[in-house]
């Protein structure tokens, strides 16, 4: 029976045997008078003490509802997904799936209900966030070219083809296609042209998808097209080289050629100018862009006549010189160079195999030293693995990076000047490691992919 029901039959019970309560009989004789008024005095005060216990119960009855609520409130509530500083160090293997191919790469983006993992064979595949041991996808696409790495936003997945040839195409996949089956088609396709760089993943800016490829930068609006229907581009910029590297702002998008850094008004048209460049120099094989407030931040991977060793620049998001924007500081590094901004904060990794400083966090815009560089807040040694593949990964506060061998390490934002993982992990498989976090897990994508999660999700 029910907490309500037992209450009310309890009370239903008191108030029935406060009423027939006896009393000491007085001196008066039975059928008198005083008798009678003795007898009305008694219910009466058998009346109020019934209904005391009664309010008295109820009241109970509503604090037991109360209680009960917000243990159902409680139990209704989701667990705090969210691997935190605090909580990072206890991460275990959680599930995988391995290809078994020593040449394959899967590249990882985590979306809200699952990871979405594209590889090199030319497969899209979707796994879910809670699952165990050995897991299979909930759909796959497979069309038998490269993808690069993939983009998730508003229930939408975005990978472009990372092809040399022509008619390569961005796809977009609704995130929930296995509604529809274990195998998907997109929801639509744009044409890119000569497709794009393997680790470039397309940018969502505003209510554009904007794809950096061989021969510019193709926007599309979200949403522009229905199944089979291939999508013309919204605005088409051509750029002088391939772009390597992407960036942007409510203002501006920024782009990183083999040769120079350009910036474009996000409102310009299809025949636009840059707002302003600056030169590179001899062309540059890695690049990366990073916006954090008006700093923009440029890594290179090799040096050049024009920039001598110097492999970080930050340079000004806006530029009183259209054909020559002067850098305002520059870092030295000895390996390519990854930027990863975050509001004010951006973590550089320095891939250099002999630096004694893989990892460093700057607080922009930063007060510039005599050298002509900026100080680090914090640094970190080389983690473990032969050096790092990739730009850091920084969600909830902890920064992720990946190595070139199966290892993944983990820091705090907010670390101490020399700072040291607070978990490391060799369990990523074997090769290059790309890192993404997301619903509860932290994903390496090399040969396979590899879900780490905290022990209360059945890790």
Same mark, same amino acid.
């Given at each position: ?122 497969? %899209? ?45 961005? %796809?977009?996949?609704?995130? +929930? ?29 505003? +209510? ?122 520059? %870092? ?30 700057? +607080? ?89 999660? %905290? ?5």
């Amino acid at each position: 029976m029910r907490l309500e029901e037992r209450a009310r039959h309890a009370a239903g019970a008191i108030r029935h045997g406060v009423e027939l309560m006896p009393v000491r009989a007085a001196a008066a004789a039975p059928g008198t008078y005083e008798g009678f008024l003795r007898f009305v005095e008694r219910r009466r005060r058998n009346q109020r003490i019934a209904t005391i216990v009664t309010a008295l119960l109820l009241a109970l009855l509503a604090v037991g509802g109360a209680i009960r609520m917000l243990h159902h409130a409680s139990e209704e509530r989701p667990a705090d997904e969210r691997i935190t500083p605090q909580r990072v160090s206890d991460l275990r293997p959680s599930w995988s799936a391995p290809s078994g191919a020593s040449t394959d790469q899967y590249s990882p983006t985590a979306g809200e209900d699952a990871v979405f993992v594209s590889t090199n064979r030319g497969q %899209l595949l979707a796994y879910p966030h809670a699952c165990e041991g050995s897991c299979e996808p909930m759909w796959r696409f497979e069309n038998g070219r490269a993808l690069a790495h993939p983009a998730v936003s508003d229930g939408i997945v975005y990978v472009a083809e990372a092809s040399g040839a022509s008619g390569a195409r961005l %796809l977009a996949f609704e995130t +929930d296609c296995a509604a529809v089956g274990p195998s998907c088609r997109p929801a639509w396709t744009g044409r890119i042209g000569h497709g794009v760089r393997w680790d470039q993943p397309p940018l969502v800016a505003g +209510d554009l998808i904007v794809v950096p490829a061989v021969d510019g930068l193709y926007a599309f609006p979200i949403g522009c097209g229905r199944v089979n229907e291939t999508c013309r581009p919204a605005r088409m910029i051509h750029t002088p080289g391939p772009v390597l590297a992407l960036a942007s702002d409510q203002a501006s998008f920024y782009v990183a050629t083999d040769r120079e850094v350009l910036a474009y008004a996000a409102s310009c048209a299809s025949d636009c100018e840059p707002t302003w460049r600056w030169p590179i120099g001899r062309p540059q094989i890695i690049a990366s862009l990073g916006v954090a407030g008006d700093t923009l931040l440029f890594g290179t991977g090799y040096p050049s006549p024009t920039l001598g060793d110097n492999h970080l620049w930050a340079l000004p998001t806006v530029c009183a010189d259209h054909e020559g924007c002067a850098p305002l500081w520059s %870092l030295d590094t000895e390996g390519n160079t990854f930027v990863t901004t975050v509001g004010d904060r951006a973590y550089v990794v320095d891939q250099g195999a002999n630096t004694d400083r893989t990892i460093l966090a700057y +607080d922009l815009p930063c007060s510039v030293t005599t050298q002509g560089g900026c100080d680090p807040v914090w640094e970190a040694p080389r983690p473990a693995g032969w050096e790092v593949y990739d730009p850091a990964v920084v969600v909830d506060g902890v920064v992720y990076v990946g190595s070139t061998d199966g290892y993944v390490s983990a820091y705090p934002s907010d670390c101490d000047p020399v700072c040291r993982p607070l978990w490391e992990t060799s369990a990523a498989g074997y090769g290059p490691v790309q890192v993404a976090g997301g619903g509860g897990k932290v994903y390496a994508g090399g040969e396979g992919i590899y879900a780490f999660g %905290l022990p209360e999700d059945g890790a």
